[in-house]
């Protein structure tokens, strides 16, 4: 089967009477869900521990394949793309954020290709993480240590807001991504995602266009 490229959502993506099952033995995750995720909009889930949440993310990134029903983007169905372009169009900042043993520039442009420093500050500024940057000794080129045991909580989860920002995404998934901060930190991440203006270019490459025309929002909480 040929495979098409995925070069950016137009329309919307359309989930339809999707059901995923982890195991015959165990309920449905999700059971008959239809949810449609117009470009250009925010759509919230909201819902107690267990009810499925992160499992719709988990489709929408293409980690699962449901067991039923269908996942339209553009009226096409995801699996008529070749699945590695639609990820590239994907950000996602989840609750378990992953830092490499390596500088806060690179764990910043990991996954992003062809970005500038110019880039990896910009993409930091909008994540409200510039400046406790800036006040480390090392900037930008400070190492965070394992899993980023260096930083705290928050810092963590605006790395992981910027790296995500940096890619352009035209989708960016938030799951659950402040629900295991202090307030004083939860609201600075979520006065990053807040105050992101729509008419900004985070990559300096020629191709890329403003942010209003990159990414769309959906957030578990």
Known sequence: MLFRSFTGLKNSIEI???????????PPALDHINVTLPRGFTV???????????????????LYEPNAGMIRIDGRPMN???ITTWQKHIGVVSQDTFLFNDTLANNISYGSFNCTHADIVRAA???QADRFI???PMGYETVVGERGYKLS????????????LLKCPDFLILDEATS???SRNERLVQTAIEQLDPNITIRSEEHTSELQSQFRISYAV
């Open 16 to 26: 339809q009477n999707v059901v995923l099952m982890y195991s015959p033995d165990n």
């Open 44 to 62: 919230a889930l909201v819902g107690s521990s267990g009810s499925g949440k992160s499992s719709l993310a988990d489709l929408l990134v293409g």
């Open 80 to 82: 008529d793309y070749d």
């Open 125 to 127: 500024e909008l994540a």
């Open 134 to 136: 800036n006040q480390l």
């Open 153 to 164: 909580g928050g810092q963590r989860q605006r790395i992981s807001l910027a790296r995500a």
């Open 180 to 182: 295991a901060l202090d």
